[in-house]
């Protein structure tokens, strides 16, 4: 029987929190509450079975459109998350996990940045698997960000314009040094990137699902993988 792969990098795109909340009567505050919980056990689950880079879209740079209740809510959620991050720092250190946020750093309040530096600098030694939480995070806006640090590199004399490279590109995105994401997982219902990853996700495969987010489970993940596990990659190749 032919081993079962499991995808390097996962990307995920945490979808349907709000309708989840509607179903139920229930706040969308609440619907964010129950898709952090699942956030938490996704992420340990796949430390456990060897996903080596697992990437959670969390907040996008066109969330800020949201209600403003909401968007606050939000933040307080991550404040939350951080301060439980920091009370199982050791239990997260001895699974090896290694924390990244990524995203646009404006607008995101101070305190916050400050939680988001700590983890990452706490956690900077762990090897077993990365952790990668986009934040204030466009797909189109990490490309605009990448072309103004080799377009510093062209000022400065450093880079000839003709001498860029896709991988000079991808040196300079927020997921520098990581592979780029095999499977990219949407719940929801829903069927678009969403501004997720645009670079890196050129040659992944793509997973959607009706489930909710805050419904979805370390099954669904299987169930996700196993399904990675019966295409045919060819990279453009035949």
């Given at each position: 029987?032919?081993?079962?792969?499991v995808p390097a990098h996962i990307g995920i795109i945490m979808d349907g929190n709000g309708r989840w909340?509607?179903?139920?009567?229930?706040?969308?505050?609440?619907?964010?509450k129950?898709?952090?919980?699942?956030?938490k056990q996704i992420c340990d689950?796949?430390?456990?079975?060897?996903?080596k880079v697992i990437t959670f879209y969390a907040f996008s740079t066109e969330n800020w459109k949201r209600p403003p209740e909401e968007v606050s809510s939000l933040m307080d959620l991550f404040r939350e998350y951080m301060h439980e991050a920091e009370d199982r720092k050791a239990e997260n250190l001895q699974k090896g996990m290694r924390m990244h946020f990524i995203g646009?750093?404006?607008?995101i309040p101070e305190d916050l940045l400050n939680l988001f530096d700590t983890s990452e600098e706490e956690s900077k030694d762990a090897d077993k698997y990365d952790v990668n939480?986009?934040?204030?995070?466009?797909?189109?806006?990490?490309i605009v960000d990448a072309v103004k640090q080799l377009g510093e590199k062209i000022k400065s004399?450093?880079?000839?314009?003709?001498?860029?490279?896709?991988?000079d590109i991808s040196a300079h995105l927020y997921t520098a040094g990581q592979s780029d994401p095999d499977l990219i997982i949407r719940p929801s219902g829903e069927y678009r990137l969403s501004n997720f990853l645009t670079w890196q996700s050129a040659y992944?495969?793509?997973?959607?699902?009706?489930?909710?987010?805050?419904?979805?489970t370390p099954a669904d993940l299987d169930k996700a993988i196993d399904d990675y596990n019966k295409r045919n990659r060819r990279f453009g190749g035949v």
């Open positions: 029987m032919e081993e079962r792969r909340a509607k179903q139920r009567g229930l706040s969308r505050s609440e619907g964010h129950a898709g952090a919980k699942v956030f689950y796949a430390g456990e079975i060897g996903i646009h750093r404006e607008g939480i986009a934040i204030n995070y466009g797909g189109r806006l990490e004399g450093e880079l000839d314009p003709a001498d860029i490279t896709e991988s992944s495969e793509l997973w959607f699902s009706d489930i909710l987010w805050p419904d979805f």
